[in-house]
C-alpha cells in the first residue's frame, strides 16, 4: 500500500529575533529584533512498501519573508549603505529554501542487513548577511546520505554510515 500525506503550515511571528552577522570574523555578530516575519507553506508526502524495499517521498514549499521594515547591520554586503540594507516587507529570510524534497529508500538484504539511501534537495536561497536579497541568491543543491547497518545480536549492530557520498 501507498500511504499518503498533505499539509498546510503557517506562523506570524511578531517581535522575531535573527542573528545579524556583523564582523571580520566568522561567525560573529549580534542579535536584532526583525519585528514581524512570517513563514507559511504546505508538504506532501508518499511513501510505501514493496517486500523487502521501503521507500517515502516528501516534498515542502516554505514561503519565509520578512513582514517589517528595518535596517540591519552588513558590513560585508557589497550592496550595502555605510555598512547597513534596508529590508522590505516580502524580502525572504535568508538560509530557508522555497522548495525541499527528499527521497529515500531502505533494502532489508536479510532480516540482520539493511541498506539505505536518502537524497536531500533544497533549492536557492539567500545567504545571510544579505536579508534584503540584494545579491543573487546561492544555487540549490542535493546531497545524497548512505548507511548499512547489521544486527549481530539484539543488542549489538554494526554500522556504516557516509554523509554527502558524492563530494
Not at 127 to 147: C, F, H, K, Q, S
Amino acid at each position: 500500500p501507498i500511504n499518503w500525506s498533505v499539509a498546510g503550515f503557517g506562523s506570524r511571528n511578531f517581535d522575531d529575533i535573527i542573528f545579524v552577522s556583523a564582523g571580520p570574523v566568522l561567525g560573529s555578530g549580534f542579535f536584532q529584533n526583525a519585528g514581524i516575519t512570517q513563514r507559511a507553506g504546505a508538504e506532501i508526502g508518499l511513501d510505501g512498501k514493496i517486500g523487502p524495499v521501503g521507500w517515502y517521498a516528501n516534498y515542502s514549499f516554505t514561503q519565509a519573508t520578512f513582514e517589517s521594515n528595518l535596517k540591519i547591520a552588513s558590513p560585508n554586503n557589497p550592496r550595502a549603505v555605510n555598512g547597513e540594507i534596508q529590508v522590505r516587507p516580502g524580502d525572504r529570510l535568508p538560509g530557508v529554501p522555497q522548495h525541499t524534497a527528499k527521497l529515500g529508500v531502505r533494502v532489508n538484504l536479510t532480516k540482520d542487513w539493511t541498506v539505505s539511501a536518502e537524497s536531500i534537495i533544497n533549492s536557492s536561497q539567500f545567504l545571510r548577511g544579505d536579508e534584503a536579497n540584494l545579491l543573487a541568491p546561492v544555487g540549490g543543491y542535493a546531497v545524497v546520505n548512505m548507511n548499512s547497518q547489521y544486527s549481530i545480536t539484539d543488542f549489538l549492530k554494526v554500522f556504516v554510515k557516509v554523509n554527502n557520498l558524492f563530494d
